[in-house]
């Protein structure tokens, strides 16, 4: 009898594939073949309904996602044809599994700034700098640094909502402050998170993959500033010299809203831990420091204390409040997983599976062959950083990672730095630009963005010469 459980329990279990990976033929040269050519007129037609969003009111994962699976339809067809369906399917397992750490990696960052949105972390700090009756000018910079800080630890989209929110509602009356202030805050996102390794999809893209160690990322905190500050100083004097009128609201953060940013903070800590000591991937970290909240989360609704006989909170600043009892059914970890952004996550599994399949097929090796081969590396990587205004940088990042050309650590900081700021130069370069014009709908366009591209470019150039003076030893 208990041969026969053995028997069944080794059934049950995944039995490795008979033939290796190096032991299969090589992928078939699609490139010339109808499959190829309509693969790419599929992922460049899907791109382009993507680009337009705002225009169609379609959401962008929708195309991509349906351009995924046509472009993998296709090959397999093929493959299955020539009796070579077990390459096919491993191929796209590769890039799935790259695509579910991605994945993994991004829903706990976002439910944790779901979670410190519920607590009126976000709000909180809106309205005290509301209430501090700072100059246009002021507010200029102090929410450009506060973008550049926040976006080296948050995503650039949720960090730009945030300040756009701020300087909707501090500019109401001065279209100008608002024009240049979010132009400001899509070069500081893109800035900010390009020097930390959980910043943007393409640091985070890099470190996954091992292009760059987590410490190494750092390196590139000046020239990031000088991408920043140098566009942001000529800007500056077309910023309105008034002032806003104060706010008069009171604010408070929830219970638990200080412990959440803590946990946040140790959940980053634990995912650096995994990786660099342990190493596993980043993604096993940050899903282990989701338990710090769920496990948080299970304390707040049980310990969740009734308001005062008034129901009525004192207009104190920052401090932290106890809500009734119903609140224990409103905080709730899946209920922030829920709000995620699912149209940006989908958008990039199609994008990756779809950029996995080009690769597969053969497009990416003529790529690389032509930017990495034919032409010095500096102009390949500077010359990536300008193709990442036009197409979003995480796709640009996610193929040259799919390319993995030969070259030096100071290479590989290069490109990263020049894909996160590249798509500063135009305002649907980035995920920052393409939220805020939504956002700041009519006060914010793509012509307003359009002409600082100069001073941007600027600030773009000054980054890259400050990389190779200050990060020569990495050449």
Not at 27 to 43: E, K, M, Q
Not at 196 to 224: A, C, N, R
Request: overall charge neutral.
């Amino acid at each position: 009898m208990n041969k026969k459980w053995l028997m069944i329990v080794l059934a049950a279990l995944p039995v490795p594939a008979l033939s290796a990976e190096g032991s299969l033929p090589p992928p078939l040269d699609l490139t010339h073949h109808a499959v190829g050519y309509l693969a790419v007129a599929i992922f460049l037609g899907a791109y382009a309904l993507a680009m337009i969003e705002e225009v169609t009111e379609l959401r962008k994962s929708k195309p991509m996602v349906l351009a995924a699976s046509l472009i993998w339809v296709l090959i397999a067809a093929v493959y299955v044809r020539d009796g070579l369906g077990e390459q096919a399917e491993q191929a796209f397992r590769t890039g799935l599994e790259g695509y579910a750490e991605l994945f993994l990696f991004i829903l706990v960052s976002m439910t944790y700034l779901n979670a410190m949105e519920d607590r009126g972390v976000f709000e909180s700090l809106r309205i005290w700098l509301l209430r501090k009756g700072f100059s246009y000018r002021q507010l200029f910079w102090i929410t450009g640094c506060l973008s550049f800080l926040l976006s080296s630890v948050c995503n650039n989209l949720t960090t730009a909502l945030l300040m756009g929110t701020v300087i909707m509602a501090m500019g109401r009356d001065n279209r100008r402050f608002i024009g240049v202030a979010c132009v400001n805050v899509v070069v500081a996102t893109n800035a900010g998170g390009s020097f930390s390794p959980f910043g943007d999809i393409t640091t985070l893209l890099v470190w996954q993959k091992g292009g760059v160690p987590f410490i190494e990322f750092y390196s590139l905190l000046v020239p990031s500033i000088v991408n920043f500050v140098l566009p942001a100083a000529i800007m500056y004097f077309w910023v309105p010299k008034e002032k806003p009128a104060p706010a008069l609201e009171a604010f408070a953060l929830r219970r638990g809203a200080k412990t959440i940013i803590l946990l946040f903070l140790l959940t980053i800590v634990t995912a650096v831990c995994f990786e660099n000591f342990l190493s596993l991937p980043p993604a096993a970290g940050m899903l282990a420091g989701l338990t710090y909240l769920k496990f948080f989360s299970y304390y707040l609704q049980k310990t969740a204390a009734p308001r005062g006989n008034s129901g009525e909170v004192a207009d104190t600043d920052a401090m932290e409040i106890p809500y009734d009892l119903e609140e224990r059914h409103h905080f709730d970890v899946f209920h922030n997983v829920s709000r995620l952004e699912w149209d940006t996550l989908l958008f990039f599994y199609g994008v990756m599976v779809s950029v996995g399949g080009l690769s597969f097929i053969g497009y990416l090796n003529y790529a690389s062959q032509f930017l990495y081969t034919d032409l010095d590396p500096t102009i390949a990587n500077v010359l990536v950083g300008i193709i990442s205004a036009f197409i979003d940088n995480g796709t640009i990042m996610f193929a040259v990672l799919t390319m993995m050309p030969d070259i030096s650590q100071g290479q590989w900081l290069l490109v990263t730095l020049t894909a996160g700021v590249g798509g500063s130069l135009l305002a649907i370069g980035s995920a920052a630009g393409v939220g805020l014009l939504g956002q700041a709908k009519g006060f914010y366009t793509f012509s307003t963005h359009l002409k600082w591209v100069p001073a941007i470019a600027l600030g773009y150039a000054g980054s890259i010469v400050a990389h190779f003076v200050i990060n020569a030893r990495y050449f």
